[in-house]
């Protein structure tokens, strides 16, 4: 495919709680081992994209208010340490929450103690100190693809769209193909769309 050789760039927004945005996220890591692309990660928040959605279950109104606390202290860490440790901080929360079952304040604490980052960070998951920052990091990739959308959210050569949404995570050059897929989509004028009713659920390796 022309192309294919190129560098490429991309933004990938996540909330750690949310288990699409995972499986897309283990995609975009092994995209990086088999194509030419640096990727910039980012937080966006269903507790954000949610606020004043009286309609929602009460279920789900509940797991949106804990929701708070992993991207608060992942904006927090960032503040703290720069971007470069936005990415590890994902991992180890996602490996806690995704795969060990950890509720959030264990995968907190669990996470900022893997890589060795101050304990104390786990108390922004309480408070609303660094919340502008994380509207604003939400509002650019809202900006950037529209508010009918959840996550993960991912900017391709700055054009951005939900997904992709894949059960299992594809490896290898099967990761490399389907980046080629949304590197054609993102680069065709008026692309929007498409979809497919999921029949699956999140497919989760045993291994982060």
């Known amino acids: ?46 507790s954000v994209l949610n606020e004043g959605r009286d309609e929602l279950p009460q279920k789900y109104k509940d797991l949106m208010e804990a929701g708070w ?9 960032r503040d703290k340490f720069g971007d470069d440790i936005v990415k590890p901080l994902y991992d180890a929360l996602g490996e806690r929450i995704h795969h060990r079952g950890e509720d959030y304040p264990t995968a907190i604490a669990g996470a900022l103690a893997d890589l060795d980052l101050p304990a104390e960070l786990a108390e922004a998951a309480d408070s609303d100190d660094h919340d502008e920052e994380l509207r604003l990091s939400h509002q650019r990739a809202i900006d950037l693809v529209g508010d009918e959308v959840g996550t993960p959210v991912i900017a391709v050569d700055g054009v951005a769209f939900f997904g992709p949404v894949v059960s299992p995570a594809p490896k290898g050059e099967a990761a490399g ?17 498409i979809k497919r009713s999921r029949t699956v659920g999140p497919i989760f390796d045993t291994q982060a």
């Open 1 to 46: 495919m022309a192309g294919m050789t190129e560098r490429h760039s991309a933004e990938f927004w996540f909330d750690p709680l949310c288990p699409w945005a995972w499986m897309t996220s283990r995609w975009m890591g092994e995209v990086q081992q088999v194509r030419d692309v640096d990727v910039t990660w980012s937080v966006m928040s269903l």
């Open 69 to 77: 606390g992993p991207v608060r202290v992942v904006i927090a860490t």
């Open 177 to 193: 193909r389907l980046w080629d897929g949304c590197v054609l989509v993102a680069g065709t004028p008026g692309f929007f769309e």
